[in-house]
């Protein structure tokens, strides 16, 4: 079988292509042969610019990039070198009929995961449905990143979805939305990154040097009261408090910024930090499969994200003031465990050959 994958794999961004790395891996370990599909429509290559000279960036933009440049320049080598090496979709293309020219090469498509159906991102297109292809289509833990269905998205669901011969999400609300919708069966299913177990991750993680003792403080949106919970555990427990940004936009007081870090110091980072400190929902995933001491507040802009991720891992967030701390190495993984083959099973189920006649 020869497979697509369509996701964010151009993102500076440690959780997009770490989960389109896992499902690369994970159908390449089935015995398909996988390609990700090098598509780079324009809104993105403005988004994750980093030169002050790059096309469609708003003059006060330009200002901020041209300070920060020295240093993105660095960290951006190892997005990079990553995109490169471990995803192969260094030749790219960016236009949506390229783009279908390109999918219809393959047997079918697997669109996601990511939020590739938020249109907040991708605006009111139709790639990231692979609306133009002809090739069968599966979703795999696709994201709305929404709460509610806006229009948009309404219009490209009931014009597109109809022609998925599988469709999964991540998140059990928007399946539901989904479902509503459409009048057609939606199976909630997990992040790539579930896919790959422990000791794959841990072969690809990458060593920094640091203090061996300290919390990782990870922040997609700025949290005081987080903040605040990190500095305080790390006081209590004589820990340095090491923190990194993908765009370097964060610097906070008793924190330590390492710039250059890309996806395979992110892992390791998780990996070996006492304790975890983030409402990022990557973040989240990685401290779950690594059982970590956990400090989260979700994200504010979409919560559902990490809610719905821990409550499947048997994990009930705490109210009213108390420090969000959770020691995942403390709570029965096998709600977890179930969740995992069962998204195995869905994935493998809607790519056997006989399904895609």
């Known amino acids: 079988m020869n497979a697509a994958i369509l996701t964010f794999q151009f993102a500076h961004n440690y959780g997009a292509l770490l989960q389109a790395y896992a499902l690369s891996r994970y159908l390449k370990g089935r015995n398909i042969h996988v390609e990700i599909a090098p598509y780079n429509p324009e ?22 990039l041209a300070l920060q440049y020295p240093r993105r320049k660095k960290q951006s080598q190892f997005f990079e070198q990553f995109i490169a090496e471990e995803l192969n979709a260094g030749d790219t293309f960016a236009t949506e009929q390229e783009l279908y020219q390109w999918l219809d090469r393959h047997d ?14 991708t605006g009111d297109s139709a790639a990231y449905y692979a609306a133009g292809s002809r090739v069968k ?20 669901m009931e014009a597109y ?30 992040d790539p990154v579930f896919l790959l177990e422990k000791e794959e991750w841990m072969k690809l993680a990458r060593p920094v040097d640091v203090d061996p003792n300290f919390l990782f403080l990870y922040f997609l949106q700025e949290d005081e009261v987080l903040l605040h919970w990190a500095q305080t555990y790390a006081k209590e427990h004589g820990l340095k408090i090491y923190e990194v940004h993908p765009t370097m936009a964060a610097r906070h007081a008793g ?7 890309g996806p395979k110091e992110f892992v390791w980072l998780i990996q070996n930090a006492a304790c975890v400190c983030t409402n990022s929902f990557h973040a989240t995933a990685f401290s779950t ?9 979700p994200n504010s802009k979409s919560p559902e994200r990490t809610i719905s ?7 009930t967030l705490e109210q009213g003031g108390k420090m969000p701390l959770y020691d995942l190495a403390l709570y029965d993984g096998s709600s977890l465990e179930y969740e995992i083959e069962k998204s195995k099973a869905f994935l493998d189920a809607a790519l056997r050959e006989d399904t895609l006649r």
């Open 289 to 297: 499969i690594y059982k970590k001491k956990l400090l989260h507040i």
């Open 108 to 121: 079918c498509v697997v669109c996601g995961s990511d939020q590739i159906w938020n249109n907040r991102i």
């Open 161 to 190: 979805l109809p022609q998925f011969s599988a469709l999964s999400v991540r998140e059990p609300g928007s399946a539901e939305k989904v479902e509503q919708l459409l009048h057609k069966p939606v199976q909630v299913v997990l």
């Open 43 to 64: 809104w993105a290559q403005a988004e994750y610019a980093i030169s002050p000279l790059a096309k469609g960036i708003p003059p006060r933009r330009r200002i901020r």
């Open 309 to 315: 991720l821990l409550q499947r891992a048997g994990i």
């Open 137 to 156: 289509k599966v979703s795999y833990a696709a994201s709305l990143g929404t709460a509610q269905l806006s229009a948009a998205q309404k219009k490209n």
């Open 255 to 261: 924190c330590k910024r390492l710039d250059e870090v």
